[in-house]
């Protein structure tokens, strides 16, 4: 089954203590990417990446930071996770031919975290 | 700099009646626009997108959306409500024509109640 699998579903941490939420596609897709979701702000970018070692920074990268160093994983990292990052988190993956990724994002189920 | 507005955070409607979901956008190229429905405690799945060709783009559950370019918007509607249409529903924006690739902005987000 295609699918985005993201771990852990559910996270409670303090802060400081640095954290991974793990990404990983089975659909051999090129485009990557990382959402943050807060009541009120719909979904905002963190990170993306368009290939194999090739990421961006979207439009809340602070305090995050994130690899692709194969196709299929793209690991979301919290170095020193403060309470702000509290937040509920998603994982999406989409074709990218040609250099245009005007594709269906794939989302996987949302890890919510909160930091205390 | 694209952007996104949905105009109304929240819509009630009766079930049976038509709905109307609001977006407006601002991009400096061609954008490509999606409608995203997200139900309670779920991932987001794609309604519908609209990639220059028609203007008119029709997507799943009998939701449609029209491409206004003079008016930069992109609403949703859909002929008559049904209780499972329920849900957050986002309006996106990307501008892989616009040397922007990768970027994916969301709208807040417009939450449709639907009243038996």
């Known amino acids: 089954e295609a699918q985005v699998t993201q771990n852990p579903r559910y996270l409670i941490t303090v802060t400081g203590k640095k954290l991974t939420v793990t990404c990983s596609q089975n659909?051999?897709?090129?485009?990557m990417s990382w959402y943050r979701q807060d009541p009120g702000l719909g979904l905002r970018q963190i990170y993306y990446s368009m290939n194999v070692e090739v990421t961006d920074k979207g439009d809340v990268p602070e305090g995050y930071k994130v690899s692709r160093k194969e196709k299929r994983n793209f690991p979301l990292i919290l170095e020193s996770p403060s309470p702000n990052q509290t937040s509920l988190y998603f994982c999406?993956?989409?074709?990218?031919?040609?250099?245009?990724?005007?594709?269906?994002?794939?989302f996987g189920p949302g890890t919510r975290l909160t930091v205390t | 700099a694209q952007s996104v507005t949905q105009l109304d955070s929240h819509v009630s409607v009766s079930e049976g009646t038509p709905v109307l979901l609001r977006c407006n956008y601002s991009?400096?190229?061609?954008?490509?626009l999606f409608w995203y429905v997200q139900h309670p405690n779920k991932g987001l799945q794609l309604l519908l997108k609209y990639t220059s060709a028609a203007t008119l783009v029709k997507g799943i559950n009998g939701f449609e959306a029209e491409f206004k370019k003079s008016e930069t918007s992109f609403h949703l509607t859909k002929p008559s409500a049904h209780m499972s249409d329920a849900a957050e529903y986002f309006c996106v924006v990307s501008d892989w024509g616009g040397g922007q690739g990768g970027k994916l902005i969301f709208g807040q987000g417009t939450e449709l109640s639907v009243k038996p």
């Open positions: 999406a993956s989409s074709l990218l031919l040609g250099g245009q990724g005007n594709y269906e994002q794939y």
């Open positions: 659909m051999n897709h090129e485009y």
């Open positions: 991009s400096s190229y061609s954008p490509s």
